[in-house]
């Protein structure tokens, strides 16, 4: 009987989707030792022992012959064995040859890395009847790699598993596993192999499962060797394979297209951090491909076919690390359940992809460059259940986001700069309220318990979304001593919870200050709106203010202008200085002390541009104070401390806008911030230099105000253009400098 529960590797050991050895078996652990009840006739376990042989005779002798008993488990593990030992012939007490009975073996841990060579004269023998014969090496190709010997001439009739982990292997000749044509499963992981000869899986028609991962090998010179097959079908005998695993092997780039031979029945498949490229299109297309792993392959998917004829097998992607752009390979996988795709440049969503993907439950893009969406996205996969955007681009929780929320069960978006607004509210308070009205539900496998061996094509995609979900913290009420707040109504709905919910990371930034506020300090949607309206009343009663005296006016004169001249005169002087008063406050104080006549923001990419060429411009032929953050930020200050005051301090703001500068989240975070403060205090005091052309559809929506409602400077590409360049930036300047209390705006 085995144990239900087999203790896993140590931590330290990566996992990719496809995990460990000791995920798809039950009978061994790590270390190789059997795991089976004390008093089961049907084992032998000597490893570890310093005399494996011996020990392996003495409980032979001692092995119970009752009943149908027979050695059915054998481990030989970290036996210090330096080729596989001839004991297969041996027999038990019942005259059962190990050969004949043994099921399950594993051999882990011995060191087969040593090669011995022999030469013709270490050989003694009878010269009597010698006779003289061609020299032949074939002996000493022969020997060279003996540390099979121990196998070769034997026959397994019964072998349905066999562990060669840890074993420092190098090579794998042709026909090593011929004598066992009931092989199931194959573990060579963590060898040193490099080669794979044509021939090596002869026989193995049975094999449903060949674990190769973590196999490293560096040649005399120190230089990595990338697994190597001797022939592209080197798969071709492998008729019933089913899981292959190749996790952290480094392969040679020709090595993919021997995946052209694989088995149709192939359903599980990781290539993880295999140094391939360019999967080619339609190259899995044959196989019932379900659980695929190629995380770390850059540019895997650089074609958009790469996946094609998979549209109805494919269940579990991870796709992590690959340099991956968009999500176009993954359209019309209607099968797809769970796609991981952190650490990308993945900066959209694309609709059309969206709604192809009617089964996926859960999506990852962790770590990549997504905006903010104002169009439905999310809602467009009917299925989702679990959406991960963390340490993305996301600035700002637009209301269509909020909305577009509704039906997914848990979310995570810690790691984003979001700016507060009533909607990051919004999210949080519905949060809140979902913690008290239903409980954590795991997700669940749609097309379960249809698989004949579970344990064969075990993968971890669910188990880590699951793991997410049953260790996240729980979102609490925001309390102040001991009142706490109960909410206010909510202008969105949904059933959503945060699975990576933490007090101190689920903040937003204040426009006005550039401070951190917790999420639950928001003011609501609804509260927004009244505050919005009291605003706009106060306006209204203000310009009622300014009307009445205007409409009275007319009057006043027509009354003093034929009895009163004199005193129509002073109460004009006096209504006049009124009104003067009146307008002079709508404008900044013309006392304001700035120390830097322009803010300058740009990206680190145009950094050269700026320092070689604008500030030079600026500061010497302008006479203009500049205030760049890597030379005028204070330190001890935080980074949004710094920006809010530079600004406050400076009289003008100049953007210098690029590609480059709208991926940067720190200026995308700048641009908002300006466009925010200008509005707060009345200010018009902005410039805008482009160092190239933005097409429309990848300016953000704040960056496209700006152009449209500001006059902006385009710095030429010919060198004759850029002396008017100049000229028009100076006068700009000059013009800001000397600008008096009422504002122009910039033309």
């Not at 992607?317 to 752009?325: F, G």
């Not at 008017?724 to 504002?743: A, G, H, I, Y």
Request: a neutral charge; one cysteine or more; charged letters at 20%.
């Amino acid at each position: 009987m085995i144990r239900v529960i087999s203790p896993q590797p140590p931590p330290h050991i990566p996992k990719c989707l496809t995990g460990y050895m000791t995920d798809v078996q039950s009978w061994t652990d790590y270390d190789g030792r059997l795991i089976v009840y004390p008093d089961d006739n049907n084992s032998i376990d000597v490893s570890y022992h310093l005399d494996c042989v011996g020990q392996l005779q003495r409980q032979l002798r001692q092995f119970p012959c009752s009943g149908n008993n027979s050695v059915q488990y054998l481990s030989m593990a970290n036996c210090q064995f330096h080729i596989i030992p001839s004991v297969f012939h041996y027999k038990d007490s019942c005259g059962n040859t190990l050969s004949g009975t043994v099921e399950y073996l594993t051999l882990t841990g011995n060191n087969f890395s040593i090669e011995y060579t022999f030469h013709p004269y270490d050989v003694q023998m009878n010269a009597t009847n010698a006779k003289s014969a061609f020299e032949d090496t074939s002996f000493e190709r022969n020997i060279a790699n003996c540390w099979s010997n121990g196998l070769r001439g034997v026959t397994f009739p019964r072998l349905r598993e066999l562990d060669l982990r840890l074993c420092r292997i190098r090579k794998l000749e042709d026909s090593m596993f011929s004598g066992m044509p009931y092989l199931e499963k194959l573990y060579l992981g963590e060898n040193n192999i490099f080669l794979i000869s044509a021939g090596t899986f002869s026989g193995l028609k049975r094999l449903i499962h060949l674990d190769f991962s973590r196999n490293y090998e560096f040649d005399e010179y120190g230089t990595y060797q990338g697994l190597y097959f001797d022939e592209c079908n080197v798969f071709q005998e492998l008729v019933n394979i089913e899981s292959i695993d190749f996790s952290f092997t480094k392969m040679a780039q020709r090595n993919i297209d021997g995946f052209r031979h694989v088995s149709a029945k192939l359903q599980r498949l990781s290539i993880c951090h295999a140094g391939l490229s360019n999967l080619i299109p339609g190259l899995l297309a044959g196989t019932s491909l379900k659980f695929l792993d190629v995380s770390g392959n850059i540019n895997i998917f650089a074609d958009d076919d790469a996946l094609r004829g998979l549209e109805h097998s494919l269940q579990v992607v991870y796709a992590n690390d690959i340099a991956l752009k968009k999500l176009d390979v993954f359209e019309n996988m209607k099968s797809l359940e769970i796609l991981r795709a952190r650490n990308n440049e993945i900066t959209t969503i694309g609709r059309k992809i969206a709604r192809s993907l009617v089964n996926l439950q859960v999506i990852d893009l962790d770590m990549n460059r997504l905006i903010a969406w104002s169009r439905p996205t999310v809602s467009l996969m009917p299925s989702l259940k679990f959406l991960s955007v963390r340490s993305n681009n996301i600035n700002v929780i637009s209301e269509q986001m909020a909305r577009d929320f509704e039906n997914v069960s848990y979310i995570g978006l810690t790691g984003n700069y979001i700016v507060c607004n009533c909607n990051a509210r919004e999210i949080f308070e519905l949060a809140l309220r979902n913690e008290m009205d239903r409980k954590d539900e795991l997700i669940e496998e749609k097309r379960k318990n249809q698989y004949a061996n579970v344990s064969l094509l075990y993968h971890s995609g669910y188990e880590d979304v699951n793991y997410a979900i049953a260790n996240r913290k729980y979102v609490r009420p925001n309390c102040i001593g001991n009142n706490c707040y109960n909410g206010t109504p909510l202008e969105i709905s949904g059933k959503f919870l945060l699975f990576d919910y933490d007090k101190a990371t689920y903040n937003c930034l204040t426009i006005t200050d550039g401070k951190t506020k917790s999420f639950a300090r928001v003011p609501s949607c609804k509260e927004t709106k009244d505050m919005e309206v009291g605003a706009a009343i106060q306006n209204y009663w203000n310009k009622y203010l300014l009307i009445i005296p205007l409409l009275l006016m007319p009057f006043l004169i027509i009354g003093f202008v034929f009895k009163r001249n004199l005193r129509y005169f002073f109460i004009t002087i006096r209504n006049s200085a009124m009104l003067s008063l009146i307008n002079k406050n709508e404008h900044i104080d013309e006392n304001t002390i700035f120390n830097y006549d322009v803010f300058v923001s740009y990206s680190n990419e145009d950094r050269a541009w700026v320092l070689d060429y604008l500030l030079p411009h600026l500061e010497t032929d302008c006479n203009v104070s500049v205030c760049l953050h890597e030379r005028d930020f204070l330190v001890g200050l935080s980074i949004l401390e710094n920006i809010v005051a530079c600004m406050d301090r400076s009289r003008a703001i100049m953007l210098i806008i690029s590609q480059r500068f709208l991926v940067s989240q720190w200026c995308q975070f700048e641009m908002h911030l300006a466009q925010h403060r200008l509005l707060e205090t009345r200010r018009e005091d902005l410039i805008l230099v482009l160092l190239e052309d933005i097409p429309r559809r990848l300016r953000p929506n704040t960056l496209h105000y700006l152009m449209v409602t500001n006059t902006y400077i385009v710095w030429p590409k010919e060198d004759a253009e850029q002396v008017l360049f100049w000229r028009r930036l100076k006068k700009s300047l000059v013009t800001q400098k000397m600008k008096q209390p009422e504002n122009v705006s910039l033309a």
